[in-house]
T-cell receptor, first 113, second 113 residues
Framework: AQRVTQPEKLLSVFKGAPVELKCNYS??????LFWYVQYSRQRLQLLLR??SRESIKGFTADLNKGETSFHLKKPFAQEEDSAMYYC???????????????FGQGTILTVHP | DAGVTQSPTHLIKTRGQQVTLRCSPK?????VSWYQQALGQGPQFIFQ???????QRGNFPDRFSGHQFPNYSSELNVNALLLGDSALYLC????????????FGPGTRLTVT
């Protein structure tokens, strides 16, 4: 079974401070990991995926297979980063549950001015 | 392109009734997934449709069923509604070979009284 855990329901930081949103997962195979974000009054949208190793809006996330983690980081938080963030996992191609996207509970990030 | 659209926006039903929710995918997408999101929780995968067939299914009872049409649009049907079925129902579309990169609709808020 696949599971995603986001241990912090709420996270508050001040503008300009570093931010790290934690995500741990359990899956026996090789998963693909994603971060989704939902800004106020907007729909859920993809932020980034581990495969592309990209930086989106200053955010990066590294897949640590040894610690089964995929933490989201940004060195200098901005007020517009305030949103709900979800970590999500999908089994890799060839897995029996390929196509089944599993979300964590989400972390509400608030960036204070 | 309006992206993923869902109808209706809100729905109030009585326990025991049946409900049908509708979804139109983003232009060019061929795969539709449905999620249930209870208050304060992350989206939970219900099932995914591709080529008019259910490709993956989450841990939901048979009361939850779906359909995909030749134009890739989809319906979610829930029979014998329970109070616990009250939730936001999200539809997401993707390409078959990129199932983790999903585009979400605004959701349908279902209230069962």
């Amino acid at each position: 079974a696949q599971r995603v855990t986001q241990p912090e329901k709420l996270l508050s930081v001040f503008k300009g401070a570093p931010v790290e949103l934690k995500c741990n997962y359990s899956y026996s195979g090789s998963p693909e990991l994603f971060w989704y974000v939902q800004y106020s009054r907007q729909r859920l949208q993809l932020l980034l995926r581990h495969i592309s190793r990209e930086s989106i809006k200053g955010f990066t996330a590294d897949l640590n297979k040894g610690e089964t983690s995929f933490h989201l980081k940004k060195p200098f938080a901005q007020e517009e980063d305030s949103a709900m963030y979800y970590c999500a996992l999908i089994p890799g191609a060839g897995g029996t549950s390929y196509g089944k996207l599993t979300f964590g509970q989400g972390t509400i990030l608030t960036v204070h001015p | 392109d309006a992206g993923v659209t869902q109808s209706p926006t809100h729905l109030i039903k009585t326990r025991g009734q049946q409900v049908t929710l509708r979804c139109s995918p983003k232009s060019g997408h061929d795969t539709v997934s449905w999620y249930q999101q209870a208050l304060g929780q992350g989206p939970q995968f219900i099932f995914q449709y591709y080529e008019e067939e259910e490709r993956q299914r989450g841990n939901f009872p048979d009361r939850f069923s779906g359909h995909q049409f030749p134009n890739y649009s989809s319906e979610l049907n829930v029979n014998a509604l329970l109070l616990g079925d009250s939730a936001l129902y999200l539809c997401a579309s993707s390409l078959r070979d990129l199932p983790g990169e999903q585009y979400f609709g605004p959701g349908t808020r279902l209230t069962v009284t």
